[in-house]
């Protein structure tokens, strides 16, 4: 049976972040990816990736809503998925997810992971952070979101900004226990000589 993973897509930089998750789902074959973007985040996917960023985006899912697209199957507890990220996530986005208000429909389907106790995963791409966004962040992970800021680690020696991102996507991807080769995982230290 496949995974049913909804991805959204929000207004912050970092907009690679989204596109590389759904290059990565799609990969693995068995997920049905749902997928969502803000106005800003279809944006930036032209402004920082390229000026065919969004329509790869959305050839690259299975199913696509508009974020006015309240009555979509996504927007309910009783349709059923595996969870939702939020890549990038932006200070917007998450203060909307910590407080309920599912004004549009990436926030009202983080809010149904939430309420449905599923996996809600957020890379919140802002620094640095005020209280508000800590706070924010507190309120998500007491729901049992789970952030995930893209902080890059170098232990597996990136060479690329691909790597850097891969990496912040794996994480991700483990999340849901799906398998990849995104990143070198950690084997310990090396003995010094």
């Given at each position: 049976m496949k995974k049913k993973i909804i991805v959204g897509i929000s207004g912050a930089s970092g907009a690679i972040y989204g596109l590389r998750l759904l290059e990565a789902l799609k990969a693995v074959g068995s997920i049905e990816?749902?997928?969502t973007i803000s106005q800003t985040g279809k944006?930036?996917?032209?402004?920082?990736?390229?000026?065919n960023a969004l329509d790869h985006a959305i050839r690259l899912a299975d199913h696509y809503y508009e974020t006015h697209e309240l009555g979509a199957p996504i927007a309910s507890g009783s349709f059923l998925t595996d969870g939702m990220i939020i890549a990038p996530c932006?200070?917007?986005t998450l203060a909307a997810i910590?407080?309920?208000f599912g004004d549009n429909l990436l926030s009202r389907a983080a809010d149904v992971a939430l309420k449905e106790r599923r996996r809600l995963v957020l890379l919140l791409r802002e620094t640095p952070l005020?209280?508000?966004?800590?706070?924010n962040?507190?309120?998500?992970?007491?729901?049992?979101g789970i952030m995930l800021p893209p902080v890059p680690a170098f232990y597996h020696r990136p060479a690329s900004i691909d790597d850097i991102v891969n990496h912040s996507i794996g994480k991700a991807l483990d999340l849901f226990e799906i398998e990849h080769?995104?990143?070198?995982?950690w084997d310990g230290l090396?003995?010094?000589s």
């Open positions: 990816i749902y997928l944006t930036l996917l032209h402004d920082e990736i390229a000026d932006s200070a917007k910590a407080n309920g005020h209280l508000t966004h800590i706070e962040m507190a309120q998500v992970t007491k729901m049992g080769n995104l990143y070198k995982r090396k003995a010094e």
